[in-house]
């Protein structure tokens, strides 16, 4: 089965003897056609974030469209489906990094990272946003000169990056640890295992919890069951493939882990009130 387009770090970079797990460019460096900026639906195999200090158009991120404007950050994590279209007049950063990078084995980091890219587009008072663009700016020049001990300097200006970010969102905190520690493993679960773990039960045994004990987090993070986390994930992957690539319905039922097309048909309906080729057409 053919899979979505994946675009990797390279793609986001001119020079070629870089490392290639980070990358900041000024969107003055951006291609343009014409007057817009246009990308069809595709993946990263990176975190993505675009800093608009002046810009507009849209920008949408798992099928949920965002307008773009004055003073906003893009936060993509690898493997969510993305498309825009941007108008030439912006000003901003475009930054990109693989998640080794940011934290070889740091866990903190890993929370503070998860916390931040939690939310997907951030729209920020003039006043904030400055204080962000001077942060990246440095992680520009250090990217540029490449100092002795410039990749941590760039690692130490993300991690401020993310603490204002999630300070923009305060509500974030209000998690305690042992929850979002769970609830992180819970979702990368269900990205790595949705083909085959389609209840609640699974994985709630690999994780070591009861089943009670997993639906009592997410709906304490989420305000969801694990069962309805685990169906909108599937959606959502279905509808990744519906609208990014040409595959008939049966390849996306049996990519899904569904042997029974008509009994995944019923399932989507049943979650989008559309059978998958009328949404595909709609």
């Known amino acids: 089965m053919k899979y979505i387009p994946v675009r990797d770090i390279n793609a986001t970079q001119k020079a070629t003897d870089f490392q290639e797990d980070f990358s900041i460019r000024s969107t003055y460096e951006l291609p343009t056609t014409g007057k817009t900026l246009s990308q069809p639906l595709h993946r990263h195999d990176f975190f993505y974030m675009l800093a608009l200090n002046k810009g507009s158009g849209t920008h ?72 962000l663009q001077t942060t990246m700016a440095s992680m520009l020049h250090e990217y540029i000169h490449k100092q002795v001990g410039y990749r941590e300097v760039i690692k130490a200006h993300l991690s401020i990056l993310f603490t204002e970010l999630i300070r923009q969102n305060a509500q974030t905190l209000d998690v305690p640890l042992y929850q979002q520690e769970k609830l992180d493993e819970f979702l990368l679960l269900v990205e790595t295992h949705f083909a085959t773990h389609k209840s609640p039960a699974q994985y709630a045994q690999l994780m070591h919890l009861s089943t009670y004990q997993l639906n009592a987090i997410t709906k304490a993070t989420l305000g969801k069951t694990c069962s309805k986390v685990i169906s909108e994930y599937i959606i959502l992957e279905a509808k990744r493939y519906l609208l990014a690539t040409t595959h008939q319905v049966n390849q996306i039922a049996y990519h899904l882990g569904y042997d029974d097309v008509s009994y995944f048909i019923r399932f989507f309906r049943k979650h989008t009130g559309h059978s998958p080729k009328a949404f595909r057409h709609k």
Do not use: N
Request: charged content about 20%; hydrophobic content about 35%; aromatic content about 16%.
């Open 60 to 131: 949408e991120i798992d099928f949920v469209p965002y307008e773009v404007c004055d003073h906003s950050i893009v936060f993509m994590r690898p493997g969510q489906v993305h498309q825009h279209q941007l108008k030439a007049d912006r000003t901003g950063y475009l930054i990109a990094f693989k998640p080794d990078f940011y934290y070889p084995t740091d866990s903190t980091l890993y929370q503070l990272l998860r916390k931040a890219s939690s939310v997907h587009f951030y729209q920020l008072a003039p006043q904030r946003f400055d204080k």
